[in-house]
């Protein structure tokens, strides 16, 4: 008789682990979420394991995972391209740059830090999930 009630409680713990495991891994994998966000001279649209970014005179790429901490907050590897008015000339390619992209969500809006690699500055961006970017485009 106790062999059977042994066997029910392993089973019963062992599903509590599970559980509690599958919470803890899916609080540590918050992701940015999926859409459109927009602001000032900012455009962003957010896939499953990337983003696309508009600027006025740029834009940037970010590659997978868009993984947040607990408290909103994330670190991102991805790239800055910078634009110029007028046509592209033969011969001519863009000066694709490192960046980091940083910041914080909070609710619908975000707060992202733009640096580039080697500069010591930082631009930042605040951004809404589901508004439409405000950019004056280079011409």
Known sequence: M???KARYSFAVL????VCAAALVYSRMTQRIPRGEWGGDHISMSVADGSAK???DCAHGYIQGPLVVDDHGKFQLRGTFT???G???RQGESAREQTATYSGELKGNSMTLNLKLAGSDDTETFTLEKGKT???VKCK
């Open 82 to 84: 910078p634009e110029r």
């Open 86 to 88: 007028g046509p592209v």
């Open 53 to 55: 970014i508009e600027y």
């Open 2 to 4: 106790r062999a059977p």
């Open 133 to 135: 970017g405000r950019l």
């Open 14 to 17: 062992c599903l509590l682990i």
